[in-house]
Structure formats: C-alpha cells, structure tokens
C-alpha cells in the first residue's frame, strides 16, 4: 500500500478546472519529484494535499486512511508537514522560536529537543543563528528555516514547493543536498520543482504535469533522458 495516494483528483477555482482527474502514489522511503511548468497545477495539488483546498472530486489517502476533508492542522498531527512556496517565515520571531512552532503538535519536550538537536546537524547554520530574527537572514537561509520548521513536526512525510526558487546557485546546491539527507534519514518527501533537472537528479520517480493532467510518469532518471522532458523542461 502506498503511504500516500492521490485519486481522480479535481480542483476549481470558480468556475477554472485547475486540476483534471490527476492520480499518483508516493511509495514510503521515496523521493517523488512533481514537475512542469508555471501554472501546471503544481502548488495546487500540494494545497489539496494538505487540506488547504478542497477537492471537487478525487480522494487523498495518508496511511491508508481518507484525509480528503480532514483540516490542515489536523493533517499536520497525522504525520504530513509542508513547506510552502515562499517560505513564509515569521519575520519578527527568532529562528529559534520559529522552530519550536513547528513542533506545535507534539508534547514531549525531550523529544523535541531530541529534534532540534537533529535539525542543527542537517541545518549548522541555523544554530549559529538561532537568536537572530528570523526576517533577518538571507533567502536561502529562510528556507532552511522553514524547511528546519516543517521538519520539527517529525513527520513521516514532507511536502516542499518549490525550495529553490530565488537562491543563488551555491545555495540551491546546499538545499538539495539537504532534501537527499532528509530522505536518507528516513523522511519520504514529494517535491514540486521549477528546477526540473535538480528535482530528477535526487528523485527516485517522477511525475510530469502539464495544465492540470500527468502526462508522463517514470523513472526519475529515465525522464531525465527522455527527449520530449529534455526539451519542455531541462532546456536541452
């Protein structure tokens, strides 16, 4: 069974069909890359996911259970976390205190300090700067913040939106590296990325979305071969 599972999934926006019917599975332990273009659908299913916005048809089921229209904070407590595009830091609170409302959920203080402590090894730069405000610090350090935040909540799942956008290329290399650390310690993530080699380069599988429909799916590296995915996304 396939820890999460995306059924026939419609999305409107009024009277816009923003998704048509899409369907797809992120297995445990994988890394699943969601790619196309700007305005493919990309963040839209990522926020039907996460019980952000409600579906017209389909169903999303978490674990084997139907999470369609359960709310985003009880999602969160399920063991689903998400790091939304943009980062959306709090700006006029320390990094540390940003990190501990990530761990909203949970009420174990030794385990959370037990996560925080797992957070500062992935995240160095993040300890360094744990009482400097979180508005203060550069974008890529903002989104280590909130990819530092998401991972708090020790979830079984995360779901990222777009982590490199607008970062220089040196911190869109660190940011990787880190998604590739998270999923070796044992964190399944799905990934919608503008970046569509990077996202294939770490990926085990990949589903490419194009106006609201996956027209393609398959091996990370097979897509990353492929001529049509080469030519529409890689800029080859």
């Known amino acids: 069974m396939a820890m999460l599972e995306i ?5 409107y926006y009024g009277m816009i069909q923003a998704i048509k019917g899409v369907s797809f599975e992120v297995n ?9 273009a700007n305005g493919a659908g990309k963040t839209t299913i990522l926020h039907t996911i996460t019980g952000l916005l409600a579906p017209k048809k389909g169903t999303v089921t978490f674990e084997g259970k139907n999470i369609t ?17 943009g980062r959306r830091v709090f700006a006029n609170l320390t990094v540390l205190q940003n990190l501990k409302l990530g761990a ?4 174990d203080k030794k385990e959370i300090d037990e996560t925080l ?8 730069r993040l300890e360094e700067r744990k009482n400097q405000l979180a508005g203060t610090l550069s974008g890529g350090e903002q989104q280590m913040l909130a990819m530092g935040r998401a991972l708090m909540s020790h979830p079984q799942i995360i779901l990222m939106d777009e982590p490199s956008m607008g ?5 869109v290399n660190e ?14 993530v799905l990934l919608v990325e503008q970046n569509a080699k990077k996202a294939l380069s770490i990926a085990d599988r990949a589903y490419v979305l194009e106006t609201g429909n996956i027209v393609m799916e398959g091996r ?15 800029g080859e």
């Open 7 to 11: 059924k026939d999934l419609e999305v």
């Open 28 to 36: 445990k332990g994988e890394v699943i890359a969601l790619i196309g």
């Open 69 to 85: 229209k359960v709310p985003g904070h009880k999602i969160v407590s399920m063991g689903m976390a998400h790091v939304p595009e």
């Open 104 to 107: 909203y959920t949970r009420k």
């Open 117 to 124: 402590e797992m957070i500062y090894k992935h995240f160095p």
């Open 167 to 171: 970062l220089s290329p040196i911190f």
């Open 175 to 188: 940011i990787f590296d880190i998604i590739k650390e998270v999923s070796k310690s044992g964190t399944t």
């Open 220 to 234: 990370a590296d097979t897509l990353l071969n492929d001529d049509s995915v080469k030519k529409a996304y890689l």
